[in-house]
Nanobody, 126 residues
Framework: QVQLVESGGGLVQAGGSLRLSCAAS????????MGWFRQAPGKEREFVAA????????YYADSVKGRFTISRDNAKNTVYLQMNSLKPEDTAVYYC???????????????????WGQGTQVTVSS
C-alpha cells in the first residue's frame, strides 16, 4: 500500500502561482506513474498531469499545458505540481494518485490509478 499526502493548496489571485507537493510513503517502489487530478464543485474529476518516476516522462492536459509543470524528487519520494498563471477555472480540489502498471498509456484514465491522496483545495480568485 502506498500512502499519498498532498500539501500546498490555498487561495491565490488570478495570474498567481502555487506549488503542490505529494509525499509518498509505504510501498513507493510499486508506483511507476504519478498523476495529478482535480475536481471542481459539481464536476467530474479530471486529469491534470502525469509523470513516470524513473524516466521523468511527462504528459499534460491541454487546459494546463504551458502553465503547469509536474516534477519529481526520487530521493524524497515526492511529486510536485508547479502552477503558474492560475485562472479562476483552475479552482478545484487537487488529488495526487499513483499507479503500478509499467505502461505510460492511458495516464489520463482515473480507473488506472491504484492509490489516491486526500486532496488539497486550490482556490483562484478573479
Amino acid at each position: 500500500q502506498v500512502q499519498l499526502v498532498e500539501s500546498g493548496g490555498g487561495l491565490v489571485q488570478a495570474g498567481g502561482s502555487l506549488r503542490l507537493s505529494c509525499a509518498a510513503s509505504g510501498r513507493t517502489f510499486s508506483s511507476n506513474t504519478m498523476g495529478w487530478f482535480r475536481q471542481a464543485p459539481g464536476k467530474e474529476r479530471e486529469f491534470v498531469a502525469a509523470i513516470r518516476w524513473i524516466s521523468g516522462t511527462t504528459y499534460y492536459a491541454d487546459s494546463v499545458k504551458g502553465r503547469f509543470t509536474i516534477s519529481r524528487d526520487n530521493a524524497k519520494n515526492t511529486v510536485y505540481l508547479q502552477m503558474n498563471s492560475l485562472k479562476p477555472e483552475d479552482t478545484a480540489v487537487y488529488y495526487c494518485a499513483g499507479r503500478r502498471g509499467n505502461s505510460f498509456m492511458a495516464v489520463t484514465t482515473i480507473l488506472t490509478y491504484d492509490d489516491w491522496g486526500q486532496g488539497t483545495q486550490v482556490t483562484v480568485s478573479s
